[in-house]
């Protein structure tokens, strides 16, 4: 259906200022989410409301830079903040990752005026959204064009998979200039010719927004375009910064699934006969099961954090050898985020039983979630970058998906 409620004007948004203060904040509204992620799910209710208080608590903003006047967050915080939000709310976590990616992008390549106006924008709780990927394309290859006519910028073309772009203020879209070179128009969602088609029905993470965007002759200018194919032909920490947020989530949605089946195996489950035990709680092999799991997480957050100090080290000093670092570091996260949130959210059936499968629990939600979402991008590519790089010393491509 097309989407017709447009988001609010930004009302009061608090500014955080550290990166504690972040992680503390996410904590905070996880509880508050978490109650309510089941009903959402089940009635494709669209978090309105939710991503109001989202961005209104400011953590939208946590990585604007200090020079800027936001907190500056390290792509750590970044990542345990998302997988804070993700263990509660899958759909709610995925929303803001392009807003970020978009942020990273202005930081990386921007002019100063862009950066001035749309890390204010950002710090007043402003939500990006995005228009990147097209259906019927090669991945990079875009049909979206941005043109000249008349002294007039106009662009022109049909997206989707545009995760949040039903709730954002801003749009940043990727478009192929006339030079052929690849540029991101920050157009506002209200500006005339834009449409959303809410037209995403994906079986997972079914409230994200992520649907169509149409671009008919929509007027922009100059200062709307910020330059994005010229960020990747330098060393820049896009790709790993945007990839470790991706990671981040696929490690929360497990996390969450682990969360629900340790309560549901001791109320509600039933040992296996042969165990010779009182409650499921007590089954060795139950026991042992939720060992492996445990330690997998674990093994996961691990190399996020990691992760995230590669990208933090990128960031503060770009180069060859630094963003291919942070590149395969997120790589190797990816991979193991994917394997323990898919083990986490298949194994919460195998350990708690047919009772498990009930649609009033809703608990398939999280195998969903973090089935759709690890489908963000091949994993099997992300082993091949750790690999090449290991044994032919071969640095990952630069692009947003690595």
């Known amino acids: 259906m097309t989407e017709t409620r447009h988001a609010t004007p930004p009302g009061q948004t608090h500014l955080i200022t550290s990166d504690a203060e972040a992680i503390a904040v996410a904590k905070k509204l996880a509880a508050e989410f978490a109650p309510s992620a089941s009903l959402r799910d089940r009635a494709r209710a669209l978090p309105w409301e939710e991503l109001d208080r989202f961005t209104a608590s400011g953590l939208w903003g946590i990585t604007v830079p200090k020079a800027y006047g936001g907190a500056g967050v390290s792509a750590v915080t970044l990542a345990q903040v998302t997988a804070i939000i993700a263990a509660a709310d899958g759909s709610l976590s995925q929303i803001p990752q392009n807003h970020f990616y978009a942020l990273e992008v202005i930081r990386a390549g921007a002019s100063e005026a862009q950066k001035q106006h749309y890390f204010r924008l950002a710090l007043e709780g402003h939500r990006f959204g995005n228009a990147l990927a097209e259906i019927g394309a090669k991945d990079f290859q875009r049909r979206t064009r941005l043109i000249r006519e008349g002294g007039q910028l106009y662009v022109e073309g049909q997206k989707f998979y545009c995760t949040g772009a039903i709730f954002a203020h801003q749009i940043p879209t990727l478009v192929v200039d006339e030079e052929g070179r690849q540029q991101l128009v920050i157009i506002p969602r209200e500006a005339a010719g834009v449409s959303i088609t809410d037209d995403w029905d994906g079986f997972g993470q079914r409230v994200t927004g992520s649907g169509s965007v149409a671009f008919s002759r929509v007027a922009v200018s100059p200062d709307q375009v910020v330059p994005f194919q010229d ?112 083990l986490a959210g298949s194994k919460l059936f195998e350990f708690t039983g047919t009772s498990a499968t009930f649609t009033e629990d809703n608990l398939d939600r999280h195998w969903r979630n973090v089935r759709t979402h690890t489908l963000h991008d091949p994993v099997r590519w992300k082993y091949h970058a750790v690999g090449n790089h290991l044994l032919n010393g071969v640095n990952p491509p630069r692009h947003g998906a690595i």
Do not use: C, M, N, Y
């Open 231 to 342: 960020s990747f032909e330098r060393p820049t920490p896009i790709g790993p910064f945007a990839q470790i947020i991706h990671a981040a989530i696929d490690l929360g949605i497990g996390e969450g699934a682990f969360q629900a089946t340790l309560p549901f195996i001791r109320d509600r489950a039933r040992p296996w006969v042969d165990a010779k035990v009182e409650s499921a709680a007590q089954d060795p092999l139950t026991l042992a099961g939720l060992g492996d799991v445990a330690l997998r997480l674990r093994a996961a957050r691990a190399l996020v954090t990691r992760a995230g100090r590669a990208v933090d080290a990128a960031i503060l000093d770009a180069s060859e050898t630094s963003v291919a670092e942070a590149s395969v570091a997120v790589a190797a996260a990816r991979a193991l985020t994917t394997t323990a949130g898919l």
